[in-house]
């Protein structure tokens, strides 16, 4: 079964950048729609940004359009999420997914069939 492994979390200032990994071990990551989510405490978890299967096609969140880009890098079986330009609302834990079957158009919705555990992102002075 597909595991996946968010890193990259953290402590950043308001205005900062991070950039988060979601890598897999044993199963390559080319087969999959990756998309990104997050979830802050007392609110529902958030679509923010997916990458798809086939050909990469990208969709954004109107809240992070803009400010955050996904990538992939098939060498490192690893896709990314800059998020530049940080809130102090957008701290959350913030979670990758995969799905087999989005091959050329992905969602926002949590409809993914893999999920990682998620890494903590905090925006604070």
């Known amino acids: 079964q597909l595991q996946l492994v968010e890193s990259g979390g953290g402590l950043v200032q308001p205005g900062g950048s991070l950039r988060l990994s979601c890598a897999a071990s044993?199963?390559?990551?080319?087969?999959?729609?990756i998309a990104w989510f997050r979830q802050a405490p007392v609110k529902e978890r958030e679509g923010l940004s997916c990458?798809?299967?086939?050909?990469?096609?990208?969709n954004y969140a109107d809240s992070v359009k803009g400010r955050f880009t996904i990538s992939r890098d098939f060498a490192k079986n690893t896709v990314y999420l800059q998020m530049n330009s940080l809130k102090p609302e957008d701290t959350a834990v913030y979670y990758c997914?995969?799905?087999?079957?989005?091959?050329?158009?992905?969602?926002?919705?949590?409809?993914?069939?893999?999920w990682g555990q998620g890494t903590q992102v905090t925006v604070s002075s």
């Open positions: 997914a995969a799905d087999p079957q989005m091959f050329s158009l992905c969602v926002l919705s949590d409809e993914y069939d893999y």
């Open positions: 044993r199963f390559t990551l080319d087969y999959y729609a």
């Open positions: 990458i798809t299967r086939r050909d990469g096609r990208t």
